[in-house]
């Protein structure tokens, strides 16, 4: 936690956090929520004025969020159909994909925001996205509110449990556990099947 602490205490925890976020929408086993989280702790618990570094920790993780979610999009959309017929192979995709588009044809992307907190859901969701070519200008609004919400709550588990707890593995512990049954919920939901609606 002391090395972490003086990681935080300098501008390259900020470029950590960013490149795991951006990158963990392509390999969702870099533990960037716990990273986000350990940093937000050591920052809580120190001398130093962390409520700016609260703020930037947030809005870094978040625009990093964001833009890992553009770069998927993209990728899928010039995918093409070489990436429809592999999505097309796993019910669990295919079906993400579908509640997917019918939410942003609704106008509504709570989908979005919710399969942020989900295990692999941020790929799910963007990679479905933009091979269902679904329009840029729908999806990336709730991709925004998404990394904003996913940030904000794992910077606030972190700064919580280190004022409440201090600067230990405790705390972060959990914090971590925190955020595992949020995103444990999350699955739970978008797994949940939806009702049909009528007519």
Do not use: N
Request: glycine share 12%; charged share 15%; net charge positive.
């Amino acid at each position: 936690m002391e090395s972490v602490g003086s990681l935080v205490g300098s501008p390259w925890i900020y470029a950590v956090v960013a490149l795991s976020v951006l990158l963990d929408v392509f390999l969702p086993v870099l533990p960037s929520g716990v990273l986000v989280i350990t940093a937000a702790t050591a920052a809580a618990a120190s001398t130093a004025a962390y409520v700016p570094d609260m703020l930037v920790l947030t809005l870094c993780a978040a625009t990093a969020s964001v833009l890992g979610d553009l770069v998927a999009y993209r990728l899928a959309w010039r995918g093409g159909a070489r990436l429809d017929r592999a999505l097309a192979r796993s019910r669990r995709l295919r079906g993400a994909r579908e509640r997917l588009g019918a939410a942003l044809t609704r106008g509504g992307g709570g989908l979005v925001v919710l399969a942020r907190f989900a295990p692999a859901g941020r790929s799910v969701v963007s990679l479905g996205a933009g091979a269902a070519r679904h329009r840029a200008r729908d999806f990336l609004p709730w991709s925004a509110l998404a990394g904003l919400s996913w940030a904000g709550y794992s910077v606030a588990l972190g700064y919580f449990g280190g004022q409440w707890l201090g600067a230990t593995w405790l705390a972060t512990a959990v914090s971590v556990c925190a955020l595992f049954a949020a995103g444990a919920g999350a699955g739970y939901l978008m797994r949940k099947p939806q009702p049909r609606e009528a007519g």
